[in-house]
Nanobody, 114 residues
């Protein structure tokens, strides 16, 4: 059974950085594209970034491009999201996903506030 566990969220000041991690188990991690999504209170869940199976192909939402970097380590079954120059509008619950198998983590909270 596929399982995804996010970590690394927290409270950070505007302009600060955080690095999220997503540890996968129960499926062949290296065979799947992976993605990050986020959901703020009162808003729909939105796409943040996606990474291909070997980590070369990456896509970003316009709102995070040039500030966030998605990476993965297939040897450790782990995906990452480096978030720099964070803004208050980045505050949300961040979810890790393996879209093709509709697997989601429980989320990790990111709050950007002074």
């Amino acid at each position: 059974q596929a399982r995804l566990v996010e970590s690394g969220g927290g409270l950070v000041q505007p302009g600060g950085s955080l690095k999220l991690s997503c540890e996968a188990s129960g499926f062949h991690f290296a065979a799947y594209n992976m993605a990050w999504y986020r959901q703020a209170p009162g808003k729909e869940r939105e796409f943040v970034a996606q990474i291909g199976m070997v980590g070369r192909r990456k896509n970003y939402a316009d709102s995070v491009r040039d500030r966030f970097i998605i990476t993965r380590d297939n040897a450790k079954n782990t995906m990452f999201l480096q978030m720099d120059n964070l803004k208050p509008e980045d505050s949300a619950m961040y979810y890790c996903s393996a879209p093709l198998i509709n697997s989601w983590g429980q989320g990790t909270q990111v709050t950007v506030a002074s």
